[in-house]
């Protein structure tokens, strides 16, 4: 068989252009966030169920046999081969956030461009395979390998849907996960979400009490604001002045008198966390004033602990920064705050590379924060690796390479994909070298052009992929 001879199968998904774009505006219009209370085959909430009873429906009318795993993940099948070729997508997203230029959950369609939460994480790289199959099938290919797309539901949390699903339906033999860059991906930080818990008594009279303190939204999302409510120790205007002192005129803060009490808002920069050079944390702006106040005891003494050993996103103040020349350094962001009524609750998300382990960042984090807060959650997957000499690199890399001409070297990333629950699978796509990273950001969008470039390359893998034995056709025995 000649694999080259794909021109058919590109120009047939270049027709679906108009259809595609309807279906991912359909699929954005679902608000897919995980929320409670959880249902009948709805364990993560109705909107994602909807979203995922959206495109087995739409599976199983173009032909493709489709299977519903209790609202945890589906899967659509099309072939008969022996073993599988596993394509693993999610169609949960993050919350909205604010700020948008246009509503987050109509798919709208401007300026070449479909903006919506999840046009890029990950509806629209579910709607570019869809398609790259649908036109595989419509050409009449028969894949040696069976191939398996399947979709989970609980990708931007805890993965219970791959656990589900895992227990359920082996694991395919091979695949690749449309959730980050091309060229490919072929190694994934290591990564681990550390809950951290608190108490305190009363601060010292005749200082500022801290009634509140609330930020974020996510442990893996760059917070976008956060606030803080105060009660000054005096009604004088020399509390006041202090206050506006330590806000020292930055235009992301604003003062609010409500009766005696002050709420203090701070605006950041929504990132994923795996990036947050990306944004601009609005939880470490908020600690910072606070500890200009100068106060002492109380919750006062978890603040100025967190300013001191978090005042950025590379962990060198709690012992953990490091690097390596395969997979670059280690980041931490503080994502969620929740300080009130004696208790202090905080969510750290590390993405650690291959030359530190878990257990070592989990130890230095307990050492470094010990005198203020117990750990208590923790959840962690570990780095995830391939060589660029993997047949599995080389084969994604020819349909990338043949498709745009663009001889890139494989990327190493800080943000985790379904690649660790798949085991023989790399992350490939959907963005183009150049573009910007807008998945967990206000203002998602996914270019139209570079959705059609995404069906192209992955109607390529799947046919390279599912066509025979993957050794012999890279030439190895």
Known sequence: MDLRGFAPVGARIDQYQEEMIRQ???????????????????????????ALEYVLAWGEKEGFRAENFSGYAGHLEYGE???DLGVLLHLDVVPAGEGWQYPPFQGVRAGGRIYGRGAVDNKGPAVAVLYALKALKEEG?????KIRVIFGCDEESSWRCMEHYSQKVPKPALGFVPDADFPLINCEKGSVALTLQAGYGPAPAGGWELLRVAGGTRHNVVPESA???????????????????ACDKD???????????????????????????LGENAIIRLLAILAALGERGGPWDLINLLVKKIPGYTGEELGIACQDLISGALTCNLGTIAIGDGEARVELDIRYPLCIDEETIVQR??????????ITGRYGLPPHYFPVESPLVKTLLAAYQEETGDSSP??????????????????????LPGRPQLAHQKDEYIEVADLMVAARIY??????????DLRKEDGEK
């Open 24 to 50: 991912l505006q359909e699929l954005i219009a679902i608000p897919s966030v995980k929320s409670s209370p959880a249902g009948p085959d709805a364990p993560f909430g109705p909107e994602i169920a909807k």
């Open 81 to 83: 081969g022996g073993e």
């Open 141 to 145: 290919f028969r894949p040696a390998r």
């Open 227 to 245: 606030e803080a409510l105060l009660l000054p120790a005096d009604s004088g205007t020399g509390a006041w002045d202090r206050l506006q002192a």
């Open 251 to 277: 235009p992301r803060v604003t003062l609010e008198k409500t009766g005696e009490k002050i709420r203090l808002q701070v605006k950041g920069k929504a990132a994923h966390a795996s990036l947050p050079h």
């Open 365 to 374: 984090v307990s050492t470094e924060l010990g005198s203020g807060f117990a």
């Open 410 to 431: 494989p990327l190493a990333i800080g943000g985790r994909t379904y690649a660790t629950a798949l085991g023989n699978g790399v992350a490939f796509g959907p963005n």
């Open 459 to 468: 109607g390529r893998a799947l046919l390279y992929l599912a066509a025979g």
